[in-house]
């Protein structure tokens, strides 16, 4: 007789939650019980983290051992019991509710539609659509600290909108912490760790194929990157080409970005790809202006060459705060030249200018005629020869490591200076060129 009324028990829960992947209307989850995505890979309810006291709504791996938590909708406003309910109104719009029946979280839907549906998805994507499976709000829009494949991170350059992953404040808090994985959209853009507003890692422009210093550093047979920067979005966006591995990208709480695999012999993550910063070498301008940061050196940074410390006394104490300056100072009246440096990780693009139909004859040529200009580079590795980067500023942020993908950059330097044979290429200076008309030169 028990196991009849513990099966009629299991009939009403799925009567009552439909396939079990959706919230009914006005029919409140509660603690205790949860909604399953239909391929059984995530799971939302209540839960608490490590030894915290305080409740929280949250999407987690269900088909993984060690609960982990990919998604927290009320991090900044925890439950302080159990007794809190989720419900979804008739108007489509999901609600959280604490103990005394006050809304501490909601999804703010900015559209609503009759008969919307609440589902969690085999994407770990917690959704509300309509009748036509259009999104009127979803969970994606709103990352906390992990990445789950086929979710966009990135900037809506319309409304200002941004996707970013935020670390939690500690393993009990699922708050948010310190850091943040964001894309900044200045001159060419490029996604940044941030320590509040100070740089902590530059992962470099987009090359083709992926950012110079990503957690996966080479493209895989396993994974594909979407990238898209246009007048309306900025965004990046990874999908595995097999869909019973489990992966994530999450915002650490030491300001580490890191990419694992779920091992199923192991039944633990592991940091399949690495992580970023990696090393010195992957911290914000470590040696700061024409300086090259190579961590397979005793001493990590170096000027560049025909470039010398600005304060060669400190530099020796190997403070490297003034970072190095040309050894001549250039003169757009005299002749210039250009410097290959070959197999770097590209200076920081914040103020740079780039144009992808450009090749690099004509991009030196660009950069010849404006007296601001202090290098250009080709920024794609995927053979073409198309793509025009052009700084306009210090160049920051440049290291030397055999793990990445390195490119070559020609910077510009006064013709008089002698050339280093350490250096791969000198590419002197042509006075003229003829310009294709469609090429607007920068002012």
């Given at each position: 007789?028990?196991?009849?009324?513990?099966?009629?028990?299991?009939?009403?829960?799925?009567?009552?939650?439909?396939?079990?992947?959706?919230?009914?209307?006005?029919?409140?989850?509660?603690?205790?019980?949860?909604?399953?995505?239909?391929?059984?890979?995530?799971?939302?309810?209540?839960?608490?983290?490590?030894?915290?006291?305080?409740?929280?709504?949250?999407?987690?791996?269900?088909?993984?051992?060690?609960?982990?938590?990919?998604?927290?909708?009320?991090?900044?406003?925890?439950?302080?019991?159990?007794?809190?309910?989720?419900?979804?109104?008739?108007?489509?719009?999901?609600?959280?509710?604490?103990?005394?029946?006050?809304?501490?979280?909601?999804?703010?839907?900015?559209?609503?539609?009759?008969?919307?549906?609440?589902?969690?998805?085999?994407?770990?994507?917690?959704?509300?659509?309509?009748?036509?499976?259009?999104?009127?709000?979803?969970?994606?829009?709103?990352?906390?600290?992990?990445?789950?494949?086929?979710?966009?991170?990135?900037?809506?350059?319309?409304?200002?909108?941004?996707?970013?992953?935020?670390?939690?404040?500690?393993?009990?808090?699922?708050?948010?912490?310190?850091?943040?994985?964001?894309?900044?959209?200045?001159?060419?853009?490029?996604?940044?760790?941030?320590?509040?507003?100070?740089?902590?890692?530059?992962?470099?422009?987009?090359?083709?194929?992926?950012?110079?210093?990503?957690?996966?550093?080479?493209?895989?047979?396993?994974?594909?990157?979407?990238?898209?920067?246009?007048?309306?979005?900025?965004?990046?966006?990874?999908?595995?080409?097999?869909?019973?591995?489990?992966?994530?990208?999450?915002?650490?709480?030491?300001?580490?970005?890191?990419?694992?695999?779920?091992?199923?012999?192991?039944?633990?993550?592991?940091?399949?790809?690495?992580?970023?910063?990696?090393d010195d070498c992957d911290i914000y301008s470590r040696c700061h202006g024409y300086s090259l940061c190579n961590?397979?050196?005793?001493?990590?940074?170096?000027?560049?060459?025909?470039?010398?410390?600005?304060?060669?006394?400190?530099?020796?104490?190997?403070?490297?705060?003034?970072?190095?300056?040309?050894?001549?100072?250039?003169?757009?009246?005299?002749?210039?030249?250009?410097?290959?440096?070959?197999?770097?990780?590209?200076?920081?693009?914040?103020?740079?200018?780039?144009?992808?139909?450009?090749?690099?004859?004509?991009?030196?040529?660009?950069?010849?005629?404006?007296?601001?200009?202090?290098?250009?580079?080709?920024?794609?590795?995927?053979?073409?020869?198309?793509?025009?980067?052009?700084?306009?500023?210090?160049?920051?942020?440049?290291?030397?490591?055999?793990?990445?993908?390195?490119?070559?950059?020609?910077?510009?330097?006064?013709?008089?200076?002698?050339?280093?044979?350490?250096?791969?290429?000198?590419?002197?200076?042509?006075?003229?060129?003829?310009?294709?008309?469609?090429?607007?030169?920068?002012?």
């Amino acid at each position: 007789m028990e196991a009849i009324n513990i099966h009629f028990f299991l009939f009403f829960i799925l009567i009552l939650y439909g396939a079990a992947d959706t919230i009914p209307v006005d029919q409140p989850l509660t603690d205790g019980n949860t909604i399953i995505s239909s391929g059984g890979k995530f799971e939302l309810g209540f839960f608490s983290p490590g030894t915290s006291r305080k409740w929280y709504i949250g999407i987690w791996f269900s088909k993984v051992s060690i609960q982990t938590v990919v998604w927290v909708a009320n991090g900044d406003s925890p439950l302080n019991d159990r007794n809190g309910m989720l419900n979804f109104t008739r108007q489509g719009i999901l609600t959280l509710l604490n103990g005394s029946g006050h809304v501490i979280w909601s999804s703010n839907a900015t559209r609503y539609a009759q008969n919307s549906t609440a589902q969690l998805l085999d994407s770990g994507n917690l959704v509300v659509r309509d009748a036509t499976v259009n999104y009127l709000w979803q969970s994606f829009d709103y990352p906390t600290d992990t990445s789950l494949p086929g979710m966009e991170v990135g900037i809506d350059l319309k409304t200002g909108f941004r996707r970013s992953l935020w670390s939690w404040e500690s393993t009990n808090d699922p708050s948010r912490g310190e850091f943040t994985w964001t894309f900044d959209p200045h001159g060419f853009p490029q996604p940044f760790i941030m320590n509040g507003s100070i740089e902590r890692h530059r992962f470099g422009p987009w090359n083709g194929l992926g950012f110079a210093s990503a957690p996966s550093r080479l493209p895989s047979p396993g994974y594909k990157y979407t990238y898209v920067s246009n007048p309306e979005k900025i965004s990046i966006m990874y999908e595995l080409t097999d869909s019973s591995i489990f992966a994530r990208v999450v915002m650490q709480l030491d300001g580490v970005l890191q990419l694992s695999l779920w091992n199923n012999q192991t039944q633990n993550w592991d940091n399949y790809f690495g992580s970023a910063p990696a090393d010195d070498c992957d911290i914000y301008s470590r040696c700061h202006g024409y300086s090259l940061c190579n961590n397979g050196n005793s001493s990590i940074c170096s000027c560049l060459d025909q470039f010398e410390p600005k304060n060669p006394t400190e530099w020796a104490r190997e403070n490297w705060s003034s970072g190095c300056v040309r050894k001549t100072t250039l003169n757009c009246q005299k002749k210039v030249k250009f410097l290959k440096y070959p197999g770097i990780k590209l200076p920081d693009t914040r103020f740079s200018w780039y144009n992808q139909g450009v090749n690099l004859s004509t991009c030196e040529e660009l950069c010849l005629r404006n007296c601001s200009c202090a290098a250009y580079a080709n920024p794609d590795i995927t053979g073409t020869n198309e793509g025009c980067l052009l700084w306009f500023d210090e160049l920051i942020d440049i290291r030397r490591s055999w793990v990445l993908v390195g490119k070559d950059i020609y910077i510009k330097l006064d013709s008089s200076q002698s050339e280093n044979s350490s250096v791969e290429k000198v590419k002197k200076l042509r006075i003229s060129l003829p310009l294709a008309a469609s090429i607007l030169l920068l002012a």
